[in-house]
Each structure stands twice: as structure tokens, then as C-alpha cells.
DNA sequence: CAAAAACTGCGTCCGTCGGATACAGAGTAC
DNA sequence: GTACTCTGTATCCGACGGACGCAGTTTTTG
């Protein structure tokens, strides 16, 4: 990864064109989904600094340079493999309230991010969304609509959520992985013969630990907080 | 950022060791502390991936080489960066309860990330904490010290903060920068045209827009919930 | 049916970066 | 003063992203 700057009309293009109609030459031996998922095997076993123009090239049995017939550079390339492995959002579940999709929704996008932990990484910063990046958005406004919030307010919303997915996905091991030693763990060790230096955390890790929480936590706490705002507006509005 | 691989032993004695005794040999002409400053001038100006031990060595006139002399590689220097470039947390608000320690410790966070850019991809992954990071962390527990919230709690709430503060640090730009277009102009544009695609985006993003108040939003959503909690928390330890 | 046009895949080359290694000189302890 | 140790440096290497131009293949046009 040393390539920050992103041609972004050929990634519009690429994110958002439909396939063309028919074309001259020889016909591609490669797809762009093709490409991507190639892509994503590779950076999902070894992160982001394991993706190589190289190996992506090998494993679809291409030269290097061939590859660049289809994208710019690695930096588009991520963002293609970002969209597909994104993928499409799940449908609402039946029958639930603006908490259950939003809850249901956040614990989906939270099981992407942790299957493809470079994800994080490659979504850092400013960027030009694909259509199922704006889907997922989409899903979240719509869960939103009629409860009083404000358009801006619903986008908070989403961004609060994405950003809560995302930064615990992080914390989390991939689902593939053995029990492992956790955060914490190696927390306790770093804080042993330090005790008044950080005598409230050692106080903190005295405490029962059972099991890792934080996605079930700060999702309460996040959905709770945004039920109070729709309940405080509801009695607004009947009132005034 | 081609470096993925971090001498764990190392970098702890980097981060938390003492400086030491009297050394032999000729004195060392630079320091850990302004190799890391050189490092965080140039990566707050270019990001990551415009920081080369070359240019840094540069800035400090020296050869390249002379900095694997205190330094085992990238990995660690961003490390030590980044530990140089949060430095020590401020001091809570006088006569400020828990909710008003948390609200300053998460806004003053905001704009420790937002200053420095990289930071957020510096803090992806499990790391290998320094002494400031862990004080910020202290903070967190002392604020919520006696609010009846388990350790456990305690730290996810510090692990929700962290999260908010630094996912909002990466859409606000940094506070050098001219007002620009922001995210949601780019939206509005590729919204366009598809409206049928993307209802509820398109209707939310057509109420009026003020400014973006994403960080204030979201951190009263969670400071909301959060007081939620302890307060049952207090009803059910006075009613039990 | 022939020829032109367009597009694909590939071989070669270059600049840059992180890092290993070995060496010469400088400063300190005995 | 002498031996030892640590510093800064010069040189070298492999890997990577990407530019460029060539040859072959397929489709369109006369």
C-alpha cells in the first residue's frame, strides 16, 4: 500500500457502469468481479500489505500487467474488493421496529468487517461509495423514516452505527480463529507492577470478566440513547 | 506501508522503558523523541504513506541508516509516533460529573485524531499500548469510578468513546483546511439521477442541512444511553 | 472476402522503498 | 594508552507499483 492517489472518474466508472455493450478486439479473458475476488482471498488470508499485484495476478493465472487492463492501480482495486465484499445489505427483518432492523443491521455489518478485517483499513478517509455501500446507508434511513429524526439526524445515526461496527469488528478475531488470548489479557500483564500508576483500570480488571461484550454493550447504549431522542420528540410534538 | 511486522519486545522497551545509564561509546546525535516529532511533521502533512524513513533521515540530517540505530523499522516509529502524538490526556473539567468528564475526554480526543490523520490507521489492530495511551484509558475508568457500572463496562464505554471520537476524527477535516465541499455534497451529486434507487437517502438528504454535527450528535446519543443504564442501575440497587 | 481498426495480454524496464550487512571512526572504561 | 563498545554511514538487495511498447487476435468496414 503506497498508492494514495485514486483516478476517480475511472472508480466511477467502474463502481457504478453497467457492462457495455459489445466491443471489438479479443475478448477479456477476466472478469472485474473475477478480479476482486481474487482480490479479497488474498487479503483476507494476509491483510492488506499481503495484496499484491503480483499475487493477484498468479492466483487468476495472468501476468501482472494484465491486470491493469482492467484497473488503474491497486488503490481502485481495493475499492472494488470493498464493494464486493461488502455486498449486498440483508433484507429488514420481518415485522421489527426502527431497534430491531437498526440493531439486526449493525450486527450484519459488523460480521463483514470482521470476515474481512483489511475492510477497515480501506475505509479510511474520504471516499467514493459503490452502490452497495450506499444500500446498506439506505437501509438505515429507511428504518428511520417516521420517527421524527431529521434527515441529518438519520445520517448520524448511520455513521454512529457503521463507525460502532466497524471500530469493534477490529477488537473482535476473525470468526475463523481459535479462542486466542484477548485484548485483555495482554491489558493485565502490561498493568502488572504499575498498579498506582493506573490504579482505576487495575481496579477495572479485578472485576469478573466474562467474555467480550463491547458489541452488545455499545450497541445498547447507542440504540438506547437514539429511543430516548425519538421518544423526546413524539411528546414534543403531542404537546406542542 | 509495506511493514506489518512489529518487534513486540522492542518496541515495549521503546514505549516504556526508562531512559538509561551511562552508555559507552560516542554520544547519539538524535533522539527518540525528535526522530518521532520529524515522523509526525511529515506524516501530518502527507499521511502515511508520504512518511519514508528517507525523508525523515532527511529532516533530521542524517543518513537513512542512522535511524535503524534507535529504531528496529516503519511499524515501530509509527508507533512511537503515535504514542508522542496523543500524549498525555488532559485533566477532567473541575467539579465536572462523570457525563461532563466524558464529554470533554471524547471531544478532546476528537481533536487529537483530527490532527493528525494517520493516527487512525496507526490504531487499527491490536497493538501494543504505550504510557499515554493508557492513561487516556485511565480517565475513562476514574470518570465512571462509583457510577455502579461494572469494569467490564467500564472499559467498553472507554472502547465506545475511543471508537466515536476517532471514526468522526476521519470525515471532519483537519482544522487547517479550508471549509471545502464536504461528504454530503459528494452524495447529493451521486444521488442524482437515482433517486428511485435510493428514496429515503434522497428525501433525508433533501431536509435542511446545518453544518455537520455528526461528533455532538453521536456523543450525546451515547452519553444519553449510558446514563440510561446507571440510572436503573442506582433504581435497582436502591429497590433490591 | 480482405484489410483496417481496436483491444487484449505480455515482456521489459524504471524509480522507490524497507531493510541487511559490514566497516571506519569516535568516545569511554580500565 | 589501550582495548572495547557504540555510532553513523556506504553499499547492496529484493519486492513492489507502475509506464511503455509490441505482437497477436477479434470485430467491424469496404
Not at 193 to 219: I, K, M, N, Q, V
Given at each position: 500500500m503506497a498508492t494514495g492517489d485514486v483516478d476517480q472518474r475511472r472508480l466511477y466508472e467502474l463502481l457504478w457502469s453497467t457492462p457495455s455493450g459489445p466491443r471489438r478486439g479479443p475478448r477479456p479473458t477476466l472478469t472485474l468481479a473475477a478480479i476482486a475476488r481474487a482480490g479479497i482471498a488474498i487479503a483476507d488470508a494476509d491483510g492488506l500489505d499481503g495484496l499484491t499485484m503480483q499475487r493477484v495476478a498468479e492466483s487468476l493465472d495472468v501476468t501482472k500487467m494484465a491486470?491493469?487492463?482492467?484497473?488503474?492501480?491497486?488503490?481502485?482495486?481495493?475499492?472494488?474488493?470493498?464493494?464486493?465484499?461488502?455486498?449486498?445489505?440483508?433484507?429488514?427483518?420481518?415485522?421489527?421496529?426502527?431497534?430491531?432492523?437498526?440493531?439486526?443491521?449493525?450486527?450484519?455489518?459488523?460480521?463483514?468487517?470482521?470476515?474481512?478485517?483489511?475492510?477497515?483499513?480501506?475505509?479510511?478517509?474520504?471516499?467514493?461509495?459503490?452502490?452497495?455501500?450506499?444500500?446498506?446507508?439506505?437501509?438505515?434511513?429507511?428504518?428511520?423514516?417516521?420517527?421524527?429524526?431529521?434527515?441529518?439526524?438519520?445520517?448520524?445515526?448511520?455513521?454512529?452505527?457503521?463507525?460502532?461496527?466497524r471500530n469493534l469488528a477490529q477488537h473482535a478475531a476473525p470468526p475463523t480463529d481459535a479462542p486466542g488470548p484477548n485484548q485483555e489479557a495482554g491489558l493485565a500483564a502490561?498493568?502488572?507492577?504499575?498498579?498506582?500508576?493506573?490504579?482505576?483500570?487495575?481496579?477495572?480488571?479485578?472485576?469478573?470478566?466474562?467474555?467480550?461484550?463491547?458489541?452488545?454493550?455499545?450497541?445498547a447504549r447507542i440504540l438506547d440513547g437514539i429511543q430516548a431522542l425519538i421518544t423526546a420528540r413524539a411528546t414534543d410534538a403531542h404537546s406542542g
Open positions: 491486470l491493469y487492463r482492467y484497473v488503474p492501480g491497486k488503490a481502485e482495486l481495493v475499492a472494488l474488493m470493498l464493494e464486493a465484499a461488502m455486498g449486498e445489505p440483508p433484507p429488514p427483518p420481518e415485522g421489527a421496529d426502527w431497534r430491531g432492523q437498526l440493531d439486526d443491521w449493525a450486527r450484519q455489518l459488523f460480521d463483514r468487517f470482521r470476515r474481512h478485517p483489511w475492510a477497515h483499513a480501506a475505509t479510511i478517509g474520504p471516499r467514493l461509495p459503490g452502490p452497495h455501500e450506499l444500500a446498506w446507508l439506505e437501509r438505515v434511513v429507511t428504518a428511520l423514516t417516521d420517527t421524527g429524526l431529521t434527515g441529518d439526524e438519520q445520517l448520524d445515526v448511520a455513521v454512529l452505527l457503521v463507525g460502532h461496527a502490561l498493568l502488572r507492577g504499575r498498579e498506582e500508576r493506573f490504579p482505576a483500570l487495575t481496579a477495572a480488571l479485578r472485576s469478573p470478566r466474562d467474555g467480550d461484550h463491547a458489541l452488545d454493550f455499545g450497541l
